[in-house]
């Protein structure tokens, strides 16, 4: 069945002493989520778990993010995260640490519900 994504929502994150990319991955979703309310589920009685949920995580250690935590975060639908090279490491060279900055796009795609609704 062919889908239509419904949803792109974009947030920021970041961990700022810790040097933790999940945990930067995290807050970026969070971020992102907090941009949206779904309510199309209660309205046209669609289960929520007909909804394909695709993250795109953004940092510059792609391999240090547990991408399985992350989908833990996500409150609907069926998630798939993936963590690329991107997002933002600032070095503090006098702390000998790094301050990281992740991006998280957030896509939501239902299958095409195309000729199921009528208008009254």
Same mark, same amino acid.
């Given at each position: 069945?062919?889908?239509?994504?419904?949803?792109?929502?974009?947030?920021?994150?970041?961990?700022?002493?810790? #040097?933790?990319?999940?945990?930067?991955?995290?807050?970026?979703? #969070?971020?992102?989520?907090?941009?949206?309310?779904?309510?199309?589920?209660?309205?046209?009685?669609?289960?929520?778990?007909?909804?394909?949920?695709?993250?795109?995580?953004?940092?510059?250690?792609?391999?240090?993010?547990?991408?399985?935590?992350?989908?833990?975060?996500?409150?609907?639908?069926?998630?798939?995260?993936?963590?690329?090279?991107?997002?933002?490491?600032?070095?503090?060279?006098?702390?000998?640490?790094?301050?990281?900055?992740?991006?998280?796009?957030?896509?939501?795609?239902?299958?095409?519900?195309?000729?199921?609704?009528? #208008?009254?």
């Amino acid at each position: 069945m062919t889908e239509k994504r419904i949803i792109l929502e974009m947030g920021t994150g970041n961990d700022l002493y810790g #040097q933790d990319y999940t945990k930067a991955a995290r807050r970026a979703v #969070q971020d992102a989520l907090h941009h949206s309310s779904i309510t199309l589920f209660s309205k046209l009685g669609i289960d929520h778990t007909e909804m394909r949920v695709q993250v795109t995580i953004a940092v510059q250690n792609p391999d240090a993010v547990d991408c399985d935590q992350v989908a833990a975060d996500l409150p609907r639908g069926r998630a798939e995260v993936r963590a690329v090279k991107g997002g933002l490491d600032v070095a503090d060279d006098a702390a000998g640490t790094r301050h990281v900055i992740a991006t998280a796009a957030i896509e939501a795609f239902l299958p095409d519900l195309a000729g199921k609704f009528i #208008q009254s």
